[in-house]
């Protein structure tokens, strides 16, 4: 157990999950940063097991022993959605009997990405942010579907998701004879059907697909694109080679052929901060949560659908290009250094503390 907490003398903690540096892309780095930028801001970690694995009756418990020991009246932050329900239900359940201020991180959106949930489970997992003094959300989109779902608790956003590197250094491409477009994340069917479809141009288009993940669509890629392998997010860094980086999110039925998923609409992908740091411009959806900011910072484009790739890419100057690397650099810079996270960190203790 005390691997699990360093110092239960402060009053202020960060609760989140314990992983190791071995997860492909965003599956652990997004909490492992969100803790290490608490930490220097002065918060305590406190862990409990992650729940991307089915939990052991005796690691409930622990995860009791580490919540009952927080002080009353302490300042707690909770890296939310990344747990199992009955976790979460730990959590908010000890933090309410303590007297603690709490604060939910907001890493997923159950009713958003789980379309089968009961209407009552939706209620209660919707309703248990209402116990927190404040919340940081991902942006402003997913602020105003907490707002519409009954959530009044106060919120800020983080506007983008940081990737903490030591040492960042900008990254620059050299061109070569094709117009290279970067997919990177999960290749389920589900997330990533539309890499069986992607548009083949038939006047002989320089534009190439480079694919990294793990999951089946690595063996049904259309035949524009090549799979290059999958590796956890650190290594992406190195790996990941290409002028231009796609979030999009889509399982490549008829009835969303083109189109992106809901889902994106209300969440920042950890995909294009991976993108970010790799140096690479961004190609992101109209209707995503990240459009506006993609816009407002001049460091990629924005399509309705994936057939647009084509004609917008080889409307784009040399120089055009040449300026949206530059911005995602700059962009890339601040997230290397926890920028972001900072910032909301900021803006919620000067709203709340």
Request: with cysteine; hydrophobic share 35%; glycine share 6%.
């Amino acid at each position: 157990m005390r691997e699990y907490v360093k110092n239960m003398s402060t009053n202020k903690f960060i609760i989140g999950p314990k992983m190791e540096k071995n997860g492909i892309f965003a599956g652990n780095k997004f909490p492992r940063d969100i803790i290490s930028i608490f930490e220097k801001n002065n918060y305590t970690p406190v862990y409990i097991r992650e729940g991307y694995v089915k939990k052991r009756p005796w690691e409930f418990l622990n995860d009791v022993c580490q919540l009952i020991r927080l002080p009353r009246n302490s300042i707690v932050f909770y890296i939310d959605r990344v747990h199992p329900n009955l976790s979460r239900n730990l959590v908010y359940s000890i933090l309410r009997r303590k007297n603690i201020k709490s604060f939910s991180i907001l890493e997923d959106i159950d009713p958003l990405r789980d379309k089968k949930m009961s209407t009552n489970d939706r209620k209660l997992g919707l309703e248990s942010l209402n116990s927190n003094k404040g919340i940081i959300s991902q942006n402003k989109k997913m602020t105003q579907f907490l707002v519409n779902q009954g959530v009044r608790v106060t919120t800020v956003e983080l506007s983008a998701l940081d990737f903490l590197v030591s040492n960042y250094k900008e990254k620059k491409h050299k061109k070569s004879a094709h117009t290279i477009i970067v997919y990177g994340g999960n290749l389920s069917s589900e997330q990533a059907g539309f890499l069986n479809h992607l548009p083949i141009s038939k006047s002989n288009s320089k534009i190439k697909y480079r694919v990294y993940g793990m999951g089946e669509m690595s063996k049904q890629l259309s035949s524009n694109a090549i799979y290059c392998g999958g590796f956890s997010a650190e290594e992406s860094i190195d790996k990941l080679k290409g002028d231009w980086g796609l979030v999009w999110n889509n399982d490549g039925s008829k009835s969303n052929k083109s189109g992106q998923n809901s889902y994106y609409e209300y969440v920042c992908p950890h995909k294009l901060s991976m993108y970010a740091i790799c140096g690479m411009p961004i190609i992101v959806g109209k209707r995503s949560a990240m459009a506006d900011f993609v816009i407002n910072n001049k460091c990629g484009i924005v399509i309705n659908n994936l057939e647009e790739i084509e004609k917008k890419i080889n409307a784009i100057s040399q120089q055009e290009y040449l300026e949206y690397q530059k911005n995602i650099s700059k962009i890339a810079s601040k997230m290397a250094l926890g920028f972001y996270t900072q910032n909301a960190i900021r803006k919620i203790e000067k709203k709340i503390l």
